[in-house]
């Protein structure tokens, strides 16, 4: 499978297609990303490589709590991991690894970041199998579609793009932050089918879904949001760059997020009080409490 498609196929899809096939983006021309009867179908010469869903597909699916593990080293401080699993739980990138062994079952495994999957390769084909659904974007489709086309995890893969679509900008869905950071604005995705906006974190992408999902609350573990490396054990640790993201695109988007999700009586909960992030965007909860609360406090 070619890594890339030209840079011709691009400036085609870019000027021709329009966002229904903006995610084609990542793909080269003998590959065809269809979308029908709520399926996403990826296909080369007829043979079906990989069976999905849309991401919209989950919308409103879901109720109660969703517990959702980021790999912060506040994580370490959760006495039974176990407990996570009493409610719908969402781990992310590594995560997974803090829950020990053997592992167990996941609602969703997400994954956003193209690096980590050519990294973390086994790592990530390993926890896919051990979730329900496997949440991921186009661009890391095409990764593991590249890396693994034989190997590929029993789980049921569920497919996003973000919200930056060529020539194209919903602004009936998509809000600006009130008070912008200094690239200018950050954004919220207020309907799925419109795709996720990044904010610079797995942690927000995550959030997002948990919303549009139908889920109720979220509980965040491990959401320090500093350069303090993971929770687990990583041999090959790569650099951090929080520090600029934080205050020009993470910090506000939560806020973004907070904001408009409490708008339909969704609530997010911090549960780790010595997070960078402040209680006023996100208020705090002791972190094993929070795991014998009920859903709604």
């Not at 969703?66 to 912060?72: E, F, R, V, Y």
């Not at 020009?248 to 904001?259: G, K, M, Q, S, W």
Request: with cysteine; glycine share 6%.
């Amino acid at each position: 499978m070619k890594s890339t498609p030209s840079w011709a196929h691009r400036m085609y899809l870019r000027l021709f297609r329009g966002k229904a096939y903006w995610h084609q983006r990542f793909y080269p021309p003998d590959i065809q990303v269809v979308q029908s009867s709520g399926r996403v179908w990826f296909e080369r010469q007829g043979t079906v490589l990989l069976e999905a869903y849309p991401v919209e597909y989950l919308q409103g699916k879901f109720k109660g709590r969703c517990n959702i593990l980021l790999a912060g080293p506040s994580a370490r401080t959760i006495e039974d991991t176990s407990l996570l699993s009493r409610h719908a739980l969402m781990c992310v990138s590594g995560s997974p690894q803090i829950l020990g062994e053997p592992l167990p079952r996941m609602t969703f495994y997400h994954v956003n970041d193209a690096t980590y999957l050519r990294d973390r390769l086994d790592n990530f084909l390993e926890y896919a199998a051990h979730a329900e659904w496997t949440i991921i974007d186009y661009r890391i489709a095409f990764e593991m579609l590249r890396l693994a086309p034989d190997c590929l995890p029993d789980t049921k893969f569920v497919v996003f793009d973000n919200w930056a679509y060529p020539l194209y900008l919903p602004l009936g869905a998509i809000q600006r932050v009130a008070a912008p950071p200094r690239n200018g604005q950050v954004y919220c995705s207020t309907d799925l089918r419109m795709g996720l906006a990044t904010g610079g974190t797995v942690a927000y992408t995550g959030g997002q879904l948990a919303w549009h999902f139908g889920f109720d609350s979220a509980y965040y573990y491990g959401l320090d949001l500093t350069n303090t490396g993971h929770a687990y054990n990583d041999p090959n640790p790569r650099r951090q760059a929080l520090d600029k993201a934080y205050t020009d695109v993470i910090e506000p988007a939560f806020e973004l997020l907070a904001r408009e999700s409490s708008k339909t009586g969704f609530k997010l909960y911090n549960c780790n009080p010595n997070s960078r992030l402040p209680d006023r965007v996100m208020p705090y909860l002791d972190t094993n409490d929070s795991l014998t609360l009920e859903p709604n406090i």
